[in-house]
């Protein structure tokens, strides 16, 4: 197994990732580090960076270069932001990180950090054509793609940090948001693309304003997922969180509680310019990624066949792979658990009547049945209910995954809890406790006709007959260890599909 880091030196931050990779391009990341520096936006009369902000940024990246020998990474990709060339001493400041640290820092262009962008995105979020916006302190970047291409790219030079400054001659807290909204309408409409957005696009959020955003909304609603990557705020929700910063007592060195590190009138600059945004394209809602350029830059050095141009093409498949390889191991049977529940959704489908887009749960239940053997083998079922809703699940939205965990912590009709199913109500449409019943028990019977672990069942052809169904094997050596335990859920499948069951 090889260890990577990325650094990432921004206008305003400077962030640190480490991740695990192996050879067939699955990875895990194990660390990650964020620490505010203002760089670019600190200039002195003359655009060059202040003694003291150069010393505080190597201080930060002496500490991550100590941290990557501690965890013993030595591949580093030091990267750093295209507006640190605003600088006039950006050189020399390049060459006294190289000289103290021992990290060469390569600037990128403005295309390769879209694209990083990009990567990082199509590759964590299942979402086909979309605007994306990222609000950083410094710059603000947006990009519109469309089956997989990016159709146009815009970098608006400046951030939260620029729109700020409007907090500290207003005293009126509401008007000092009504003039960076306006102000931030103003940079919007000189995108010409911008207005041209046809209806069925999403929009993606990227940055700590829309994460704080995401945590902010999450806790007004009482949501019961704690996740703020695919999250989706509506314009219900957002005007909340809008409407509860105007009431706060904003200044430069206060925080909002229980959301990040981000100085509150940051965080509240940054909601102005999401607001702005979501006027100017009128949008009804918009998803969070908590995954942007620093994960690109992952995706583009870990996989080979992955880049812009290339996104993974099954992004369910690969993240349930990705928990598979550094979680499983190599003695799980989940790859051919998965086949199985496919293939009897497949030969059930006059029976369970359930749409095609309920085979995301069921991947997701299916490849993580067993999971909660990694805690404890009694009762795993419920074991596997919380590690699958606190895995990094991706091409899958919240209410997939939380089906997903309550299918896996089903397989026992009996075991099921109405209880916590109450808690994610909000999250369920009305058919979902009926899909639940009937998924779970697919899962179970595939689980039992890999019991022994050897694939020995290859494929499974059911007849439908009268009240009955006849479960005809397809195996490769003797399966009656398998037969038997599957016939161990004859009663709850009885319960479930009002059929009687034999299997062959």
Not at 90 to 108: A, P
Not at 231 to 248: C, H, I, P, R, S
């Amino acid at each position: 197994m090889e260890k990577l880091a990325v650094i990432d030196l921004g206008s305003s931050k400077i962030d640190l990732i480490l991740a695990s990779y192996l050879p067939s391009g699955n990875f895990t990341v194990f660390a990650e580090m964020s620490e505010s520096v203002k760089i670019v936006d600190d200039f002195d009369g003359e655009s060059l960076l202040r003694m003291a902000r150069s010393n505080e940024a190597i201080t930060i990246l002496k500490m991550y270069k100590m941290v990557c020998e501690i965890n013993r990474v030595t591949n580093i990709i030091a990267v750093g932001s295209s507006s640190l060339k605003n600088l006039k001493n950006y050189k020399s400041f390049l060459e006294e990180i190289y000289t103290v640290c021992g990290l060469k820092v390569r600037l990128l262009t403005v295309e390769e950090e879209t694209s990083a962008l990009y990567c990082g995105i199509i590759n964590s979020i299942d979402i086909p054509k979309a605007v994306v916006i990222n609000i950083s302190g410094g710059t603000t970047r947006l990009l519109q793609y469309n089956r997989r291409n990016i159709l146009n790219q815009t970098v608006i030079p400046f951030g939260t940090y620029f729109i700020a400054k409007v907090m500290e001659d207003e005293k009126d807290i509401k008007k000092a948001f009504d003039i960076m909204v306006t102000k931030f309408k103003d940079e919007l409409n000189k995108v010409e693309w911008l207005k041209n957005i046809e209806p069925e696009y999403s929009f993606i959020g990227v940055g700590n304003a829309f994460v704080n955003t995401a945590t902010l909304s999450r806790k007004i609603r009482k949501y019961p997922l704690d996740s703020n990557h695919n999250y989706v705020v509506d314009m219900e929700n957002f005007k909340k969180v809008y409407d509860l910063l105007t009431t706060l007592e904003i200044d430069k060195t206060k925080k909002v509680k229980g959301i990040s590190s981000d100085r509150a009138d940051i965080f509240a600059s940054g909601v102005c310019m999401i607001k702005a945004f979501c006027e100017i394209v009128n949008c009804e809602s918009f998803t969070v990624s908590i995954k942007g350029m620093k994960e690109g830059f992952i995706y583009n050095n870990v996989i080979s066949s992955t880049s812009s141009d290339k996104p993974i093409s099954d992004l369910l498949g690969f993240s349930l792979e990705n928990i598979e390889q550094f979680y499983d191991g190599e003695y799980s049977n989940s790859s051919h658990v998965s086949e199985l529940s496919l293939i009897l959704f497949r030969q059930l489908r006059v029976l369970h009547k359930l749409p095609r887009s309920y085979t995301k749960v069921l991947r997701i239940a299916s490849a993580l049945h067993d999971a909660g053997q990694r805690i404890k083998f009694y009762d795993h079922e419920k074991n596997s209910f919380h590690i699958i809703l606190n895995s990094e699940i991706l091409g899958a939205t919240h209410r997939e995954i939380v089906l997903a965990a309550f299918v896996s912590s089903s397989q026992n009709i009996n075991d099921f809890s109405l209880t916590e199913w109450i808690k994610f109500k909000d999250l369920f449409l009305e058919e979902d406790l009926e899909a639940v019943r009937k998924l779970a028990i697919i899962v179970k019977l595939a689980e039992a006709l890999d019991k022994t672990h050897r694939s020995i069942v290859q494929d499974i052809s059911c007849d439908i007959l009268g009240d009955s169904v006849i479960m005809k094997t397809i195996v490769t050596m003797d399966p009656s260890v398998e037969i038997r335990e599957a016939l161990k859920s004859a009663q709850d499948f009885r319960k479930v599909y009002k059929k009687s069951l034999e299997v062959l």
